[in-house]
Structures are given as C-alpha cells and as structure tokens.
C-alpha cells in the first residue's frame, strides 16, 4: 500500500511555485444598501463605507484588511437589520396596536 504524504494536497500542487491570490472576499455593498433603505439608515452608511473599501484592499493586495473590512460591512448592515426590526415591532406594539383596538369598539 502506497503511504500517503503528511502535508495536504493543495500544498503539493504549489510547491515551489507562488500561491494564486486569495479570492476576492464579497463586499456586502448590497446588504448595506438595503439596510440604508429599508432598516436603518446610519448603520447602513457605515455598511456602505465599509464595504466600499473591499475592492480598493483587496487590488492593493491587503487581503486581511479587504476581509476585515467585508467583515465590518456584513457586520454592521446586521446589526442595522437587527435595530430596524426591533424598532418596527416597537412601532407596531405602541402605535398600531392599540389603534386597532380604538377602532374595534367603534
């Protein structure tokens, strides 16, 4: 039986040679964008910062900064999610809510 290396397979390929590029880590532009529209406007901008700096990181060949930025756009577009929802449920218990129920004794 033929005893397989110790090192993984993908390593071998590149051996000596330079290693590619990592691939280019997604930008949550789009996630930003509708955190700004929909949800929750500040932290959608700062979505929106972030993830505009994806690009410019990644072709400058900072790749940890590039996923740390996608990182912090993805991040801060849930967390601009996450408000917006709490805040529309706020909304609903202490605006409709009790409107609905003006208007049933009528």
């Not at 060949?61 to 930025?69: D, G, N, V």
Request: glycine content about 6%; hydrophobic content about 40%; aromatic content about 12%.
């Amino acid at each position: 039986m033929e005893e397989i290396p110790n090192y993984p397979e993908n390593q071998k390929q590149f051996e000596g040679q330079p290693r590619p590029p990592m691939p280019q880590p997604e930008n949550n532009m789009v996630l930003a964008i509708i955190t700004t529209v929909c949800c929750c406007i500040p932290f959608g901008i700062v979505g929106i910062i972030y993830a505009s700096k994806v690009h410019s990181y990644y072709y400058t060949k900072q790749y940890a900064l590039a996923l740390q930025a996608a990182d912090n756009a993805k991040k801060w577009s849930l967390i601009g999610i996450g408000l917006g929802i709490v805040g529309w449920l706020l909304y609903s218990l202490t605006n409709v809510i009790p409107l609905i129920y003006i208007l049933k004794d009528l």
